[in-house]
C-alpha cells in the first residue's frame, strides 16, 4: 500500500494533480431516464429502462464497473421464494418477512408484532428475485455451479443452483441462493454499454433539478461535477432514479488508521441521495432511526473479521483447548442463524468467568467435511466481498483452513462504542411504482426506505427502471430554472474559491462529534435541540470556511455538505418521533413509554417552503401487498409462477 507520507518522501511534495481542471466547463446531457448512483440498484434500473427503448444516463461517483457495496462482490442473494426449488410461497414469504424482518432476527415477544419494514420493495422482491437472478446469467454473471466443483455439497441441486442455510434449516425453505457475486458488478456495466446507456464514471450528482426551480415540483434532472477534473454536469430527465444507497459514516470518522473500512456499505454513502431528495421537497421516512457502527475504524477487526457470523457458515466455534461453545454452526441445523442469542451468550461468558471455556475462540475449519470448507472458503468468504480480502491475505500469510483454525475475534473485542452512529434506515415515501411523493423521481435499492440486500436493491433497481421508463414516455421535459442551477453552481464551488481553511475531514468529524454527543444513546427534546444548534453553528461558521485543493477533495467536501443536512434531517425525525421504540431502537428519555400502540407508525419528515413538515403514515399503508403488486403489475412477463 503506498501511504502518502510515502508519497511526500519520494516527490517532497505533492503530486501535481494528474487530470485537467475544467471547473468553468459545463456539460448539458439530455435523456428520458436518468438513474443517480450506478451501484446494484442503479445498474438494473438501467438496463431495465433500456430495455423499454427510452434513452438512459447512468451516473455514478465512482467507476460503475466495482462501485457501491455490491461491487466487489456478493455471496448471498437472500431472498429468492419464487425459484423453482424454493419450498415456500412467495407472497407467504413477503408476508412473514415484513412482520419479521429479515436481517435482524426478531427477538420472540415481538413476533407478529409491529415491524418497520417495506412491504412494497419486499414484495417486489419476492416476485421477481428469481427472474432478476436469471437476467443476471443471461448477462454473465454466475449464479450456479456449471463445472460441478461443489457436488456433494449440501444444498446443491442437479442444475448448479446451491442454496444457503440461511432462513433453511435442513433445506426446509431453499430460499437463499449462493452466488458467485464478484462476477456481476462488470456483467451488469457491460450490459448497460451494450444496450447504449450512456455511462457516467466519476461524476457526483449534488442536487436534483425541479420545475421551474421550486420545491415540491415534478423531478427534471440533476446536476453534479465530474470528481477528477471538476466540470459541472447538468443532466436534463423526463423520469430520475435515486439509487445512491443510504449514509455510512454521520456518526463516526477514521481515516487515518489503516484497516478503516465501511460496513455497512462503501466509502460512497454518504446521505446525498436523501439530502438532495429533501431539498428538493420529497417526504422522508424512518430517518429518526440512527444505528451503532459494525465496523472496526482501524481500532479493531471489522464485525466479521474473525471466524463468525455473515459468510463464515457451517463452522463450529470452539474455546483455546478445542472444546465446542455453545455458538450456532451458522448452518444447516440452524438454519444459518448469525451469533449466539442472548442467552447463548449468557452461558457462554458466564463460562470464561468460571473456566469453563478458555479465551482465545476459534473457527474449526479443519473440523469441517472437506466439501463444506471449500464452499465456505473458496466460494461463500471468496465471492463476498470484504471476506475475500480477509481469506486472501490469510492464505499469503501461509493460513490452510484444512490445517489451521481462524481467531474469533468478537469475544476478545467486543462491540463498537454505541456513540459511532450510522444514518438509520430512512428514505423517501414510495408507492406502488417505487415513486417518491414528487412526480419524476423514483427510488431503488437502499435509497428505499427500510431497504433489504443485494438481490432487493437489484430487484428493486429493476422494477423502479421499468416504472420510471414507462412515466417518461407519457412526458415532456420540463422547464429548467437557470437560477436553481446558479445557486447550485456557486455552493458546489465554494470550497476551491478559497485560498485555505478548514478541510473536509475535520469538518465530518465535527459533524459526526455533535452527533456522537447529543443523539445518541440518551435522546431528549432538549438534547435534539442543542445538536441542531451545533449544526446550525457548523453550516453557519465552518461551512463558509471548508476548503479544497483539488476536484477529488471538492467531492469530499460536497460529500460532508449532504452528511451535514442528513444529520439535520435525523434530529427533526427525532424531534417528531415523541415515544420510545426497542423496534427501532429509538430511546426518548423524556418519552420513555416503549412502542405505545398510538406511536405505531412512521414518522414522515419534507420541507415546505424551506420549512420542516411532519407527517404519519399507519405502518401497512401500501394495502394488501398481493393483490396492490398485481394491480400494479398487470404486464409484468417474468417468470414467476404461483406455487
Ligand atoms: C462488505 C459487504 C458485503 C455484503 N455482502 C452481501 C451479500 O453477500 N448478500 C447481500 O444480499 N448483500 C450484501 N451486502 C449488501 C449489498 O451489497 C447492498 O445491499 C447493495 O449493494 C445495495 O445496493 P444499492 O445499489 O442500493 O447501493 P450500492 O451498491 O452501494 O450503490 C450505491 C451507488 O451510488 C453511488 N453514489 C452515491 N452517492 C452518489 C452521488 N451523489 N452521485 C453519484 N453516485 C453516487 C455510489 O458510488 C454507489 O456506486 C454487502 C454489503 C457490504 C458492504
Same mark, same amino acid.
Given at each position: 500500500m503506498t501511504r502518502w507520507q510515502d508519497i511526500l518522501h519520494q516527490y517532497g511534495k505533492p503530486t501535481p494533480w494528474p487530470y485537467p481542471i475544467r471547473y468553468d466547463k459545463e456539460q448539458e446531457i439530455e435523456c428520458d431516464v436518468l438513474i443517480i448512483g450506478g451501484g446494484i440498484a442503479g445498474c438494473w434500473a438501467a438496463i431495465s429502462a433500456a430495455r423499454t427503448g427510452v434513452k438512459v444516463a447512468l451516473v455514478d461517483k465512482a467507476d460503475v464497473v466495482r462501485s457501491g457495496q455490491g461491487g466487489p462482490g456478493c455471496d448471498h442473494w437472500c431472498v429468492t421464494p419464487a425459484n423453482p426449488h424454493s419450498k415456500v410461497d412467495p407472497d407467504e414469504w413477503a408476508e412473514s418477512l415484513v412482520k419479521h424482518p429479515m436481517l435482524s432476527p426478531t427477538p420472540k415477544e415481538f413476533l407478529n408484532q409491529i415491524s418497520y419494514t417495506n412491504g412494497i420493495g419486499t414484495q417486489i422482491q419476492c416476485r421477481e428475485d428469481w427472474d432478476t437472478l436469471l437476467e443476471m446469467e443471461q448477462m454473465g454473471g454466475k449464479i450456479r455451479d456449471d463445472k460441478g466443483e461443489y457436488i456433494g455439497a449440501q444444498g446443491r441441486y442437479d442444475d448448479g443452483i446451491m442454496f444457503s442455510p440461511r432462513m433453511s434449516p435442513n433445506n426446509t425453505t431453499e430460499v437463499t441462493v449462493r452466488v458467485w457475486g464478484t462476477t456481476f458488478k462488470p456483467a451488469l456495466k457491460k450490459e448497460c454499454q451494450r444496450l447504449g446507456v450512456k455511462v457516467f464514471d466519476r461524476v457526483m450528482v449534488t442536487n436534483l433539478l425541479t420545475e421551474k426551480g421550486i420545491q415540491g415540483n #415534478?423531478?427534471?434532472?440533476?446536476?453534479? =461535477?465530474?470528481?477528477? %477534473?471538476? +466540470?459541472?454536469?447538468?443532466?436534463?430527465?423526463?423520469?430520475?432514479?435515486? !439509487?445512491?444507497?443510504?449514509?455510512?459514516?454521520?456518526? =463516526?470518522?477514521?481515516?487515518?488508521? *489503516?484497516?478503516?473500512?465501511?460496513?455497512?456499505?462503501?466509502? %460512497?454513502?454518504?446521505?446525498?441521495? +436523501?439530502?438532495?431528495?429533501?431539498?428538493? &421537497? *420529497?417526504?422522508? %421516512?424512518?430517518?429518526?432511526?440512527?444505528?451503532?457502527?459494525?465496523?472496526?475504524?482501524?481500532?479493531?477487526?471489522?464485525?466479521?473479521?474473525?471466524?463468525?457470523?455473515?459468510?463464515?457458515?457451517?463452522?463450529?466455534?470452539?474455546?483455546?483447548?478445542?472444546?465446542?461453545?455453545?455458538?450456532?454452526?451458522?448452518?444447516?441445523?440452524?438454519?444459518?442463524?448469525? &451469533?449466539?442469542?442472548?442467552? /447463548? #451468550? /449468557?452461558?457462554?461468558?458466564?463460562?470464561?468467568?468460571?473456566?469453563?471455556? *478458555?479465551l482465545p475462540f476459534f473457527g474449526d475449519f479443519p473440523g469441517m467435511s472437506d466439501i463444506e470448507r471449500r464452499v465456505t472458503w473458496d466460494l461463500m468468504l471468496g465471492e463476498e466481498s470484504t471476506t475475500k480480502n480477509i481469506t486472501r491475505s490469510y492464505e499469503m500469510g501461509g493460513f490452510n483452513p484444512a490445517k489451521h483454525q481462524l481467531m474469533n475475534f468478537s469475544y476478545i473485542e467486543g462491540t463498537s462504542p454505541s456513540h459511532w452512529l450510522n444514518g438509520g434506515r430512512g428514505g423517501p415515501i414510495i408507492d406502488w411504482d417505487c415513486k417518491s411523493s414528487l412526480d419524476g423521481l423514483y427510488v431503488a435499492g437502499e435509497s428505499q426506505f427500510a431497504a433489504g440486500d443485494h438481490s432487493y436493491a437489484a430487484s428493486t433497481g429493476r422494477y423502479a427502471g421499468r416504472k420510471a421508463a414507462s412515466y417518461a414516455k407519457n412526458i415532456a421535459h420540463g422547464t429548467v430554472s437557470k437560477d436553481q442551477i446558479a445557486l447550485e453552481k456557486a455552493r458546489v464551488y465554494a470550497p476551491i474559491s478559497r485560498e485555505n481553511g478548514i478541510d473536509w475531514k475535520e469538518?465530518?468529524?465535527?459533524?459526526?462529534?455533535?452527533?456522537?454527543?447529543?443523539?445518541?444513546? =440518551?435522546? %431528549? +427534546? !432538549?438534547?435534539?435541540?442543542? *445538536?441542531?444548534?451545533?449544526?446550525?453553528?457548523? /453550516?453557519?461558521?465552518?461551512?463558509?470556511?471548508?476548503?479544497?485543493?483539488?476536484?477529488?477533495?471538492?467531492?469530499?467536501?460536497?460529500?460532508?455538505?449532504?452528511?451535514?443536512?442528513?444529520?439535520?434531517?435525523?434530529?427533526?425525525?427525532?424531534?417528531?418521533?415523541?415515544?420510545?421504540?426497542?423496534?427501532?431502537?429509538?430511546?426518548?428519555?423524556?418519552?420513555?413509554?416503549?412502542?405505545?400502540? /398510538?406511536?405505531?407508525? =412512521?414518522i414522515t419528515v419534507k420541507l415546505a417552503n424551506n420549512k420542516v413538515k411532519t407527517g404519519s403514515l399507519p405502518l401497512n399503508y401500501w394495502g394488501n401487498m398481493k393483490k396492490e403488486y398485481e394491480a400494479h403489475n398487470k404486464d409484468y412477463a417474468g417468470v414467476y409462477k404461483s406455487k
Open positions: #415534478r423531478v427534471i434532472g440533476a446536476m453534479g =461535477f465530474n470528481g477528477r %477534473t471538476g +466540470e459541472f454536469m447538468i443532466f436534463k430527465s423526463k423520469a430520475a432514479v435515486l !439509487s445512491t444507497a443510504g449514509s455510512n459514516s454521520l456518526g =463516526f470518522l477514521n481515516m487515518e488508521l *489503516a484497516g478503516y473500512t465501511t460496513f455497512p456499505g462503501s466509502r %460512497t454513502k454518504t446521505g446525498d441521495g +436523501e439530502a438532495m431528495a429533501w431539498r428538493a &421537497g *420529497a417526504e422522508l %421516512t424512518l430517518m429518526e432511526v440512527t444505528s451503532p457502527h459494525g465496523l472496526g475504524g482501524g481500532l479493531k477487526h471489522t464485525w466479521y473479521g474473525g471466524s463468525s457470523d455473515a459468510s463464515f457458515e457451517g463452522i463450529q466455534q470452539v474455546d483455546a483447548n478445542g472444546k465446542p461453545l455453545p455458538w450456532p454452526l451458522q448452518g444447516w441445523p440452524d438454519g444459518g442463524t448469525m &451469533g449466539p442469542s442472548p442467552q /447463548e #451468550r /449468557e452461558k457462554i461468558t458466564k463460562g470464561i468467568q468460571d473456566g469453563t471455556y *478458555a469538518l465530518h468529524a465535527g459533524i459526526a462529534r455533535v452527533l456522537q454527543l447529543f443523539i445518541a444513546e =440518551f435522546k %431528549t +427534546e !432538549s438534547m435534539y435541540n442543542i *445538536a441542531l444548534e451545533q449544526l446550525k453553528n457548523i /453550516e453557519e461558521v465552518f461551512v463558509p470556511r471548508l476548503y479544497a485543493i483539488d476536484p477529488h477533495k471538492l467531492m469530499r467536501s460536497i460529500e460532508d455538505l449532504s452528511l451535514l443536512t442528513h444529520a439535520q434531517i435525523v434530529c427533526n425525525a427525532g424531534l417528531a418521533r415523541k415515544a420510545s421504540s426497542r423496534v427501532l431502537n429509538f430511546y426518548r428519555i423524556d418519552c420513555p413509554q416503549i412502542d405505545p400502540p /398510538e406511536w405505531n407508525k =412512521f
